[in-house]
């Protein structure tokens, strides 16, 4: 099992940047693979980033293309996002989460640790 604790989420006007880290416990941090999720008010837990073992690849929602990026650092056991350009749309509590069978997976189901998710609040 690892225990995943997200930071980095906050209050940021429209067109703004945010970084969050995912940080890991465990020694096999860089056998997982790893995600992003996010959940608003009133809706579904969606989808958001994906990233394979080793880091080298990496899969995105549409709505998240082009302005969000996914890394992680296996040497400090931490996954970041960096989102850009952000929208009153992306306001939404944000969770990491690990998989130990799947790489890049996209169904939260197949996911089997989560953290306690870090608010992210976009004004318009």
């Known amino acids: 099992q690892v225990q995943l604790v997200e930071s980095g989420g906050g209050l940021v006007q429209a067109g703004g940047s945010l970084r969050l880290s995912c940080a890991a416990s465990?020694?096999?941090?860089?056998?997982?693979?790893a995600g992003w999720f996010r959940q608003a008010p009133g809706k579904e837990r969606e989808y958001v980033a994906a990233?394979?073992?080793?880091?080298?690849?990496?899969d995105y929602a549409d709505s998240v293309k082009g302005r969000f990026t996914i890394s992680r650092d296996n040497a400090k056991n931490t996954v970041y996002l960096q989102m850009n350009s952000l929208k009153p749309e992306d306001t939404a509590v944000y969770y990491c989460?690990?998989?130990?069978?799947?790489?890049?997976?996209?169904?939260?189901?197949?996911?089997?640790?989560w953290g306690q998710g870090t608010q992210v609040t976009v004004s318009s």
């Open positions: 465990g020694r096999t941090f860089s056998s997982y693979g």
């Open positions: 989460a690990t998989s130990r069978a799947y790489t890049m997976a996209k169904n939260a189901v197949n996911y089997e640790d």
């Open positions: 990233i394979n073992r080793s880091g080298r690849g990496t």
